[in-house]
């Protein structure tokens, strides 16, 4: 296998992209056919970190405005799989009617997956916590990508991975990679400190709107439910800001 290049806004994987070669179907498609669906891919190496929180909240609250495809590439673990069956078995209905979960398991399928659900409005890409191709392709089809990180400096630490995959998916195109705050606590050190160590550690911005350590967000995974949809005014509160500025990155 050989290097991700750039020739003329078009990708190639290795030195003979061809028909033979995986990337090609990326390679046409972004060359030529970027879908409509905006993607946010929720991408981090460490496991834990809050991925799958992030893609279902997101996910969950994004359908009540549009069509959503939460594409769970984490299997078989499926924690936004599931999440979307105890949705549609306990809630159903309107709930469930512009929310469409599938699955990939290859950066071959997702590219494939990304193609198929281009009419949607947003796709959510909850990635898996390994440094490979399906991770690297996550963030390049994405028009943002969130990387959550626990509002601590050891977790930050442990997070130092995800920079050079974001450095190689850079080699394809331009990735708007941001750090989400996750599990932020008041009694840890405040966001100034942590943001400008995130800053050193990471080289990445960091959104304003943080998620906070709260029941809530457990509770509200076990429900199916996003944690606006189980009355935690707090909760709902820093994911609407989360969605608005979401929305401003994505020029929605
Ligand atoms: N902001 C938060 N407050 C409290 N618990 C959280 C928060 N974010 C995630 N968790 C919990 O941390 C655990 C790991 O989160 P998860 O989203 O499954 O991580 P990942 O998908 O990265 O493995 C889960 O039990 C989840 O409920
Ligand atoms: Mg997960």
Redesign the pocket.
């Known amino acids: 296998m050989g290097e991700w290049q750039l020739r003329s806004h078009r990708v190639f994987w290795g030195a003979q992209c061809g028909a033979a070669c995986l990337w090609q179907p990326m390679c046409e498609w972004l060359g030529h056919n970027r879908a409509m669906a905006k993607i946010i891919s929720i991408v ?1 190496v ?10 279902t909240n997101i996910a969950g609250e994004l359908s009540k405005r549009g069509h959503v495809v939460l594409l769970d590439c ?1 299997m078989p673990q499926g ?1 936004s799989a599931s999440w979307y069956a105890v949705r549609q078995e306990l809630r159903g209905g309107e709930l469930v009617e512009r929310l469409v979960l599938d699955t990939a398991a290859s950066h071959a399928e997702l590219i494939a997956k990304a193609q198929e659900h281009a009419g949607a409005d947003f796709i959510v890409i ?1 990635c898996p ?1 390994r440094i490979a191709e399906i991770t690297r392709a996550a963030l390049v089809l994405a028009d943002l990508a969130l990387v ?1 990180v626990g509002a601590s400096l050891p977790e930050l630490w442990a997070s130092s991975d995800v920079v050079a995959l974001v450095e190689e998916a850079r080699k394809v195109g331009p990735v708007d990679a941001r750090v989400v705050w ?3 606590r008041a009694n840890t050190k405040s966001a100034r400190e942590l943001s400008a160590m995130a800053a050193k550690e990471l080289g990445l911005p960091i959104m304003v709107s943080a ?8 509770d509200a ?1 076990g429900e199916g439910l996003t944690v606006a949809e189980v009355g935690d005014k707090a909760a709902k509160t820093e994911l609407v800001e989360l969605l608005a500025e979401i929305a401003m990155h994505m020029n929605t």
Not at 46 to 55: I, P, V
Not at 211 to 218: F, I, K, M, N
């Open positions: 981090q460490k496991g834990g970190a809050g991925r799958s929180t992030l893609s984490d924690t909850d916590p959550p996750t599990r932020f998620l906070a350590l709260r029941v809530a967000y457990p995974m």
